[in-house]
Each structure stands twice: as C-alpha cells, then as structure tokens.
C-alpha cells in the first residue's frame, strides 16, 4: 500500500525545504551584495567602472555555468549532489570578502560566489519541477520565488541592523552573513531527497545540444531573451526614482517596499496561473511590464514612483516563477535540468547587453529612452507570445 507523502503548508517535503533553502542563502547574500559597492568605493577606493567591471565578470560567470550544470545534472542523472555544491560553494565564498583588502579580492568573491549561483540553478529547479505535483507547478515555483524574496528582504534588514551594532564595520557583516548560508547547507543534507530515476530515465544520456526540446521550447526561450534585452539592471529604476524626487537615504525603503509585494504576491498569483493558465498570466506579465516602464520614462513626481515599484513588486510575482512552471509544462522530462540550464543562461546573458544598451541610451538620447526602449522589447515580447499561444492551440486542434 502506497503511503502518501507528508506535505508541509500543502507543498511537498523537497518543494518547501528547497524554498527554505532559498530563503536561508538569499539572506546571506543580501547581507552582503548592498555592501559590496559601498565597500569597493569607500574603503578601497575603486572607482566606478572598476565596480561595473566585477559585476559583469561575476554575473556572467553564473549565466554562462547554469546551462552546463543543467546538462550535467541530466548527464550524470544527480540533482541534489550539484545543488548541495553551489549552496556550499557559495556559503564557503564569504571568507574572501570578510578578509579582502584588495579589489581583487572582492572580484574572486563574486567570481566563487556566482560560481556557486551557476552550478546549483538548473537541477535545484529540477528538482522543483520533479517534486510538485503537475496541477501545481505555478504555485511550486511561486513558493520558491516568494522564499527566495524574503530572504532579500531580510538580508538588507539585518545587516542595517549589525552596521548600527558594530559601528559601520562591513567586515563583521560579511562573516556573520556564512550563519545562515550553512543553515541553508545542512537543510539540502538533512531534508532534501533525491528523486530515484528509473533505468528508462537514465538509458539515453543527455548531450548538450537543442535537439532535444521541440520549437515551442526554443520559441519561448528566444521570447524570454528578447524581454531580458529590454529589462535592464534595477539600479536604472533606482536611479530614476532618484532623479525624480526620492531622497537617497528613502531609496531602500522604495526596495524593500518592492520585494515584499513581489514575495507576497507570488504565491497567490501562482495559484491564479494553475486555476485560470499559465500563458495568460505570463503574458499579462508582459504586457503590466510594458505599461510599467512607460511609467518610468513619463515620471514627474516622487508619488508616481512609489506606485510604479509597487506594481514592478506585482509584475515580478508574474514571471520567474510562472515562467519556469510554464516551462515544465513544454519539455521533456528527462531533460528538465538541461532546459532550465539554457532558459537561464539565454536569459541571463542577455541582461548584460541590456544594461549595456541602457546606460548607452541614459548617457547619449535621455534616462526616458532607457524605459521606451524596455517598454517596446516587452511589448513585440507579447505579441511573439500571442503567437506562440495561438501555434500551440492550433497544435492541439489539428
């Protein structure tokens, strides 16, 4: 007789600790990362290239390894093991920062730090998609995103308050901040369980190559890119609620107002794309995208902003996590970590033109055309979606 497995809040044992886990890591890095430029600017001296530079090496290091770790994870049939080793390696990264007296220093923290982001993305989304039940994707990957944000929103709490208790030293902050990326290590020991794959599963092992997903994956995956080119970093949103009105010292404040909407409005929308589909959220996602940075680049007053980063908190709950449970719903599933690897790394990659391209247009045209030019790769990202919607229904009918 089969017995029915335990569920914690309705999500499946290895759905909510994998969400735990996200919570406890993401806390840890966001202890660190608001302190990064502060730290390279004001303590050693780095100037403001320098700074883009480390953030670019670092970034792209973990787009590039997501792709090659999904493929591993299917090649070698291992989910947990690749996960367990980007959390550990990047907990075991916080040392460099905390000792760093170099720029170097720091650039090898972020470069072991994204390494770890690299290696464990694709099978821990694996393991996501193989542990939540089909009707529930959405609400599974929601879950995730919603952990993962209030660990963001923890993160920069807690370090605001260490900075008060140890007089501004960046340093204690940077080793206290290993606390909870080694809970998040024991939590992938001790709770997560690996899916047994059957030899069926395992006969044909994967390549590194396209030719396993058919042209609905390949479209979206181009549609995903071609919204990343036009959403650029969030420090231009930053900046333009700073050159609209909002005081410097109430800038983090717009932030954090931002994450909660975005870790409280996942789950609920989650449950709204299993009950009401998937594509009509991800979709309307483009669309209040589109509308938001239009909204940027009209912005006259200080209250604008405050409205548009809170409604940028409920665009943010449409799309990473519905996005990837939509995914799940078009790949093979012997190749679920693969797919994900190259949905990430094809996504990822393509935010660092689309800085490039804002800062460009910033600098050279106006801050508005940053945001018309976001607003316009969103809006021809909906309409390919649309078409994408109709070829599948049009599949299906035939």
């Known amino acids: 007789m089969l017995t029915r497995e335990k569920k914690y809040f309705g999500f499946s044992k290895n ?26 600017a004001n ?14 090496i670092a970034e792209s290091t973990a787009s590039l390894l997501k792709v090659f770790s ?25 040392p460099i920062i905390a000792l760093a007296g170099t720029w170097q220093q720091v650039l090898a923290y972020r470069f072991v730090d994204r390494l770890g982001k690299g290696i464990r993305t694709a099978p821990r989304d694996a393991i996501i998609a193989e542990s939540a039940e089909t009707t529930h ?8 995103r919603s952990m993962d944000t209030m660990g963001a929103v923890a993160g920069p709490a807690i370090a605001l308050i260490l900075l008060q208790l140890y007089n501004n030293t960046y340093k204690m902050v940077f080793w206290l901040s290993m606390i909870p990326g080694a809970i998040a290590v024991l939590i992938i020991v001790m709770f ?11 006969a044909e092992r994967p390549k590194l190559t396209l030719k396993h997903f058919d042209w609905k994956v390949k479209f979206f995956i181009v549609i995903a890119t071609l919204f990343a080119l036009g959403n650029s970093s969030d420090a231009f949103l930053i900046l333009r609620a700073e050159q609209v009105g909002i005081p410097t010292v109430m800038i983090p404040a717009v ?33 209040l995208f589109a509308g938001l940075y239009y909204g ?44 994900y690897g190259v949905y990430a790394t094809a996504v990822g990659l393509a935010t660092l033109p689309a800085s490039l391209i804002a800062g460009l247009l910033w600098d050279r045209v106006s801050p508005a055309a940053t945001f018309y030019f976001g607003a316009a790769t969103a809006t021809l990202s909906a309409l390919l979606f649309i078409a994408l919607i109709a070829a599948i229904n049009g599949e299906r009918h035939a």
């Open 15 to 40: 759905v909510f600790f994998t969400g735990l886990v996200s919570f406890f890591m993401d806390l840890s890095s966001e202890m660190i990362y608001p302190l990064v430029p502060l730290f390279l």
């Open 43 to 56: 303590v050693l001296g780095v100037n403001k290239s320098m700074i883009g530079l480390i953030e670019g």
């Open 70 to 94: 999904g493929w591993l994870s299917d090649r070698i049939g291992q989910r947990k093991n690749l996960m367990l080793a980007g959390y550990a390696l990047s907990t075991l990264s916080r």
């Open 137 to 144: 994707l959405a609400r599974a990957f929601s879950f995730h």
């Open 192 to 202: 997560i369980k690996e899916k047994k794959r059957s030899a069926a599963a395992t």
């Open 255 to 287: 932030y954090l107002v931002f994450n909660l909407i975005y870790s409280l409005s996942s789950i609920p929308l989650g449950i709204v794309a299993d009950k009401y589909g998937k594509k009509r959220l991800i979709l309307l996602g483009f669309v």
């Open 296 to 339: 940027f680049a009209a912005a006259k007053n200080t209250t604008t902003i405050w409205v548009l980063f809170s409604l940028y908190g409920v665009f943010m709950g449409l799309t990473e996590g519905i996005q990837k449970a939509f995914l799940a719903t078009i790949i093979p599933p012997d190749f679920k970590a693969t797919a």
